[in-house]
């Protein structure tokens, strides 16, 4: 079984294109929007904010 990268995402706060990062956890990947420092993991399909990895 190939685990893809997801497809570019938008940042749900400002629209910006997120880029993914692969974690060690299958499936499950960690994005930061560059434009307003908001991190996001995805997981099973959903995005889902992620404070501990945003920007201070």
Avoid: A, H
Wanted: net charge positive; hydrophobic share 25%; with cysteine.
């Amino acid at each position: 079984m190939t685990i893809k990268t997801p497809k570019n995402e938008m940042c749900p706060i400002c629209s910006v294109e997120i880029s993914w990062n692969q974690t060690p956890t299958p499936g499950t990947f960690r994005g930061q929007c560059p434009n307003c420092g908001m991190g996001f993991t995805f997981m099973n399909g959903t995005i889902i904010s992620d404070p501990k990895f945003s920007k201070k």
